[in-house]
């Protein structure tokens, strides 16, 4: 099993611009998430998602958008992307709901916006 | 609301030292749950151990041991006679029961620097 991965490890955007950070897990497990990591703080919840066809919003979820089309991918998309968007993010998942289950994470992204 | 504090931001320490990493939540809630993750400087993140809240039994594995004391609200973590691989940043964190699967607070970590 290769877990969760997460491409690309790292981009550099200007401003504007827009991408998709891909995540995929084959581990079939239902709950996804998407955090990031600014430098000095702890992880902080952007999107997630609790089984294909559902998402919901975390605790910074502007600026970003997610989808969930099957178990395994659950892709975030920055539309127009800032300087404050630069950070490490990170696509997590679970079998069930976190309040219990461990996470198990990607490696990251890391995103520099200019 | 819940919370996690990390008031260690960095510690370094000489191999083979013995070092605790501190964990102090907040929560209302009777149910709840703590992990430690460990990200080494690789950048991934690595699931170290989970607790429930009515389980204060301590957790020995290896080197490593927690202390889970309700009565302070802590969840502190030991490494025993420390290696240079134990560099990494640690991170506390808190789920409540009655939260769904957004409910998985961060604290900030703790950055462990073990010299040779």
């Known amino acids: 099993n290769a877990g969760v991965t997460q491409t690309p490890k790292f981009r550099i955007l200007k401003i504007g611009q827009s991408m998709t950070l891909q995540c995929t897990q084959d581990?079939?497990?239902?709950?996804m998430y998407w955090y990031r990591q600014d430098p000095g703080m702890g992880l902080k919840l952007i999107y997630y998602?609790?089984?294909?066809?559902?998402?919901d919003k975390g605790e910074v979820p502007n600026g970003y958008n997610v989808s969930r089309s099957t178990t395994e991918d659950f892709p975030l998309r920055l539309e127009l992307a800032a300087p404050s968007q630069t950070s490490v993010y990170f696509c997590?998942?679970?079998?069930?709901?976190?309040?219990?289950?461990?996470?198990?994470f990607g490696p990251g992204t890391r995103l520099t916006v200019l | 609301a819940q919370k996690v504090t990390q008031a260690q931001t960095e510690i370094s320490v000489v191999e083979k030292e013995d070092v605790t990493l501190d964990c102090v939540y907040e929560?209302?809630?009777?149910?709840?749950?703590l992990f430690w993750y460990k990200q080494p400087p690789s950048g991934e993140l690595v699931f170290l151990i989970r607790?429930?809240?009515?389980?204060?039994q301590n957790e020995i594995s290896g080197r490593y041991s927690w202390n889970f004391q309700k009565s302070t609200s802590s969840f502190n973590f030991t490494i025993t006679a420390s290696q240079v691989v134990d560099s990494a940043v640690y991170f506390c964190?808190?789920?409540?029961?009655?939260?769904?699967?957004?409910?998985?607070?961060f604290g900030k970590g703790t950055h462990l620097i073990i010299q040779p």
């Open positions: 997590a998942s679970s079998y069930s709901t976190s309040s219990y289950n461990e996470q198990f």
């Open positions: 581990m079939n497990h239902n709950y």
């Open positions: 998602s609790v089984g294909a066809g559902i998402t």
């Open positions: 929560t209302r809630d009777t149910t709840y749950y």
């Open positions: 607790r429930n809240s009515f389980d204060e």
């Open positions: 964190a808190l789920s409540e029961a009655r939260r769904g699967a957004d409910g998985l607070t």
